[in-house]
């Protein structure tokens, strides 16, 4: 069921605010829909498979949800548009943004439309019991394992190591790297200023390269010479032994056609007063204020109306895309 619950209550635009357990009542089959502090909960490592799942489709890492689906059981995907996302205090996923991004998913069919979207995808083998000829070992932290899920699929068995220090039970974020004889995972800090960067020794060996469910990336822009191309990099890269085995390939802005608008003065009213100064459409009567009760203010009988000018420093550019080619001014 998504968006998932930020809460195990939940706001919909149809009046309910309550413990979101309607689902689990009127579907027959099992439903997959965590409750955040609410009294009962899915074990760390499943819980983090079903929120990489929704965290995938968010970032559109669309390669990783049917091996992160197939790892969960899951074959069907409800996508609910009844929740109220705007509610103050509260965290809750896009739901058009789920449903777009299932449609570019590979292998994803949706069988019915509406307030609650139904989309399926190959049935889940129903097995109580998989045999796996290889395991692979990931960090502790389950997140660690959901992301070596969503990178070499449900083929090899992967196995969480068991952490050498108790968990902390304030809120904290561990974006240090999980390294283990399979498998390293590490979660890029979000920095301000410079670039973080990290080392860490593995054996040889043959190894997956990939980066699951990235957040926004931080792209760069620069104007490229002769022709001022207005290009988008990515400093992200993955270094094996000096040499770069996982790179973004820059997005080159496609040209525009800038038209240039000259600014002019514009008035803007202050508590109503002065609206005959502001602009109106030709032929329109003159907006007063209503108000006459009363001795009026003294600026009502100066001859300058009490509006604040303002008048533009540069001026105004507006973009549009076209299909003739056009050269930018700098």
Sequence with gaps: MLPLDDYYQMPTKWGFFGVDSIANLLIQRGVVQPKPDGYF??????????????????????AAV?????ASGIDKIIVRHDLIRDMPGRNIA???????????????TRTSNGELELWQTKPASGDPVRAYNNIVSAGARPDAAAGVIGSVGTGNAVMALKASTKPSLLATVDDSPQVTKDSVQ???????????????????????????????????PRWTPPRKKLVFSDPTKVRVDGQVVSSVTPWVHPPHRHRRHPGRTAAVSLDAWGREALP??????VQRHPFRLGRPPPWS??????????????PTFTTATTTNRARPRN
Aim: aromatic share 4%; glycine share 8%; hydrophobic share 35%.
């Design 41 to 62: 909960g899915d074990v760390p490592g499943y819980k983090a498979d079903i929120q990489a799942t929704q965290t995938a489709l968010l970032s559109g890492d669309l």
């Design 66 to 70: 049917p091996r992160l689906l197939d």
């Design 94 to 108: 896009d739901d058009e943004v789920l449903a777009k991004a299932l449609k570019r998913t590979p292998g994803m």
């Design 186 to 220: 590490w979660p890029v800090p979000a920095v301000d200023a410079g670039v973080p960067r990290t080392t860490v020794d593995l054996k040889a060996g043959t190894y997956v390269v990939a980066q699951r469910a990235r957040a926004s990336a931080v792209l760069r």
């Design 280 to 285: 109106r459409p030709p032929g329109s009567p």
């Design 301 to 314: 009988r100066t001859r300058r109306p009490p509006s604040l000018p303002i008048r533009p420093r540069r």
